[in-house]
């Protein structure tokens, strides 16, 4: 079913529109894989309609591959506004991380290298092996060696994120005092099953705190707390976002407790973040089971840390996040016709376009002018923004559709009225309400807003 759509979305792109098709193939691949008949205007189905917001609404480009990437919680080619969301998202992530805890320290590691683990997927010298297996020269022995021998100088890709701490672990001991707890985190690219039988690139965040072996399983209780909180925090509806904890039989190697934090899609319960309780076995591992150099004091007494994982998957939580916030709400046209608003209510500080700025149709050099002067200033002040040339064909009530559906939180129109009095509409994407501000308050009305937002 998917090779045969493939085939028909290749044809259809040199005679259509990619948009348009990519929004068709969403909703075939959509149902093959919930075994679903999907309506081509149903609105009924949310996956579907938020597959299609993604590539209208610039958070995801174009293809099927890129769609299905993003909806199992893989790195995808983003949009300037998917691009933004995950920013926003991992800006918050590690926010909280160090605000909740005064020793954590941020860390960086290398994607590619040697992997201790074992589990690292090799990276070959794919020109290279094909040489190998093109050489007359060698008969089967000899060309069988030689491939171990580039497989044994393959690089791995890394598959976590814990087993660059566990070997920093050592470098940052004197930064602490060798005194417990403290906590190495780091944001980046892990290397992830994707159901094929090969790898794809998955955005993870990581904590990984070292504590007294006395106290870790009140540890992991207390990072589950917080993190489900931080988690409903941005949510529309935060019982969508729940944490359970693992069974016996699903527990990583290693582990002796785990907790997941989950998210319910209409197709059922994904996760986006694991805590795991890992003992000592790991860091012993990776430092050759040398007790003496990896002890800190636990009080007087000098311990093996114990080593609890937090390991977070943001390109799934964006995913969770735009799920929760995409919004049908009942409207009523210029012509008092009704139909559906769909609005995507991110949370403001999610949000990636805080203001929007239209100049309507056939707007003079003047609020040409004005409109850039003001994109400028919002922009020095840190206000993301939408800029206002982008179009000036679309009706105003075409593009409040439009930028609801990108989740911009506010419209603010430039018309002949503020040329002549400095006085703007300011319209709310959650509210729909329209509002006079003089073009003189609205950076302090913005920045007041989102001031607020944060502190939700």
């Not at 209780?221 to 909180?229: E, N």
């Not at 931080?230 to 935060?238: I, M, V």
């Not at 996040?321 to 999610?350: E, I, T």
Request: proline content about 3%; charged content about 25%; aromatic content about 8%.
């Amino acid at each position: 079913m998917i090779s045969h759509c493939m085939k028909r979305f290749r044809i259809c792109c040199e005679t259509r529109s990619i948009r348009v098709q990519c929004r068709d193939f969403v909703g075939q691949y959509i149902a093959n894989r919930y075994k679903t008949t999907v309506c081509p205007n149903d609105e009924s189905d949310p996956t579907r309609m938020l597959l299609e917001l993604c590539v209208d609404g610039y958070y995801v480009a174009p293809g099927q591959v890129h769609t299905d990437l993003f909806q199992r919680g893989m790195c995808c080619n983003y949009g300037p506004l998917g691009v933004e969301l995950k920013k926003n998202l991992l800006e918050q992530w590690w926010s909280s991380i160090k605000r909740s805890r005064t020793q954590v320290f941020g860390i960086s590691t290398l994607t590619i290298g040697d992997d201790k683990s074992g589990e690292g997927n090799p990276s070959l010298d794919v020109e290279r092996l094909n040489q190998l297996l093109d050489a007359d020269e060698f008969n089967k022995a000899q060309r069988t060696q030689r491939i171990l021998m580039l497989l044994r100088q393959s690089t791995s890709l890394r598959t976590n994120l814990l087993q660059g701490a566990l070997e920093q672990y050592i470098s940052w001991l004197e930064l602490v005092n060798r005194r417990l707890p403290f906590g190495l985190a780091e944001t980046g690219l892990s290397f992830q099953p994707d159901g094929s039988g090969s790898r794809a690139e998955a955005t993870h965040a990581s904590l990984v705190w070292f504590c007294s072996p006395r106290s870790s399983s009140q540890w992991l209780d207390h990072w589950a707390r917080l993190r489900l909180q931080w988690w409903r925090k941005f949510a529309l509806a935060p019982s969508e976002f729940s944490s359970r904890d693992v069974q016996v039989d699903e527990l990583q190697e290693g582990a002796s407790r785990g907790v997941k934090i989950v998210y319910s899609f209409p197709w059922g319960q994904e996760t986006l973040e694991n805590l795991w309780s890992l003992g000592d076995s790991e860091l012993l591992q990776t430092h050759g089971g040398v007790r003496a150099k990896i002890q800190c004091f636990d009080g007087q007494k000098l311990v093996v840390p114990h080593v609890i994982s937090v390991v977070s998957n943001m390109d799934r939580s964006m995913m969770a996040y735009m799920h929760n916030s995409l919004q049908l709400m009942k409207k009523h046209d210029g012509k008092q016709k009704l139909y559906r608003r769909k609005v995507l209510k991110l949370h403001p500080v999610l949000a990636p376009v805080k203001v929007a700025l239209d100049m309507g149709r056939g707007a003079t050099l003047e609020q040409r002018q004005v409109c850039d002067g003001l994109l400028q200033e919002f922009l020095d002040a840190g206000i993301s923004a939408w800029p206002g040339s982008i179009d000036i064909t679309s009706s105003a009530e075409k593009l409040n559709t439009k930028y609801d559906e990108m989740g911009v939180l506010f419209t603010m129109v430039i018309d002949e009225n503020t040329l002549e009095s400095g006085v703007l509409q300011v319209r709310s994407r959650d509210t729909t309400i329209r509002e006079s501000k003089h073009i003189s308050e609205v950076k302090g009305f913005l920045l007041r807003y989102m001031r607020a937002a944060h502190n939700m």
